[in-house]
C-alpha cells in the first residue's frame, strides 16, 4: 500500500518535497530489470526519507498490468496501480501513478513498491530498506563514557568503550562490545531489519526473570561501509532501558 502522506517535511510545493537525483536507479523483479534511470526524482511522502519516482520512459512499461485499486492522497492526488509483472511472478499493486496530481512533477512519474521489487541499485551499490536520504549523515565515534544498561534494575552491559552512533535526524546509539554486555540475558530472534546506512541487523530479547523484554538490542553483524566501525558491536534501545 502507499505510505501515508508529510505532514511536516519541508517543501517548496505544498506539503511533499521533491528533488531531483543525480544518481543512476535500477530496480529489479524476478531478476529483471522493471526501471533504470539518470533522473530519478525524489519525493519525500515521509520527512525523514524519500522514495524514488521514475519517469515513464525509463520504466518497462510493457511489465505494468492496470488493476482495479485505487487510493487517494491529499497531497499527491488520485493514484492507480499497476501490477508489475515478471518471468518468475507478478507484484500485484506493485506500482502507482498520479496522473492527475496537484503536484504536476509527478503526473508522468511511476513509483514502485520498495518492499515488492527484488533489489534497488544506486549506481552498481545495492540498496536496503529505502532509498537513501541526500542529507543523512552517519558518524561513529569512539568514546571513553561510562554507559550502563539496566532493564528492570539489573544490570545488562556496563562498559567504558562505546561507539556511538551519531545519525542525521534520530537519537545518538551506544554500541557496546559483546564482552560488556550480559549475553547470557539476550536470547536471539528471528526479527531483523534494514537499513541503507548500516546493513542488516539482527535483534535480542532480554529476559530478566520471568518477563521477557522483546528485541531490545541488536547488532550489524557485516555492516555497510560507511558503519563497518560498529561491526559486531551490541545496542540497546535507549528509550525502553
Known sequence: MPP??????????????????PKRVRVYLGGEIVADSRRVTLVYEVPYYPQYYFPRED????????TESTDHSPSRGDARFFTVTSSR?????????????PIEELRDLIRFDWSAMDS??????????????????????????????RVDGVLVADTRHPRILLETGLPPRYYL???????????PTATESQCPYKGTARYWSVRIGDELVPDLAWSYPTPLP???KVAGLICFYNEKA
Do not use: C, K
Open 120 to 149: 534497488w541499485f544506486e549506481e552498481d551499490e545495492e540498496v536496503f530498506g529505502h532509498p537513501r536520504n541526500p542529507a543523512t549523515r552517519v558518524e561513529v565515534l569512539e568514546s571513553s563514557r561510562h554507559v550502563e544498561v
Open 59 to 66: 520504466v518497462r512499461t510493457d511489465r505494468l498490468v492496470p
Open 89 to 101: 511472478g507478478d507484484a500485484v499493486d506493485g506500482a502507482w501513478q498520479y496522473p492527475a496530481s
Open 226 to 228: 560507511e558503519s563497518i
Open 177 to 187: 562490545p559483546a564482552v560488556d554486555v550480559r549475553m547470557e540475558l539476550l536470547e
Open 4 to 21: 501515508a502522506d508529510a505532514t511536516t517535511a519541508p517543501t517548496a510545493r505544498g506539503r511533499v518535497r521533491v528533488d531531483v537525483s
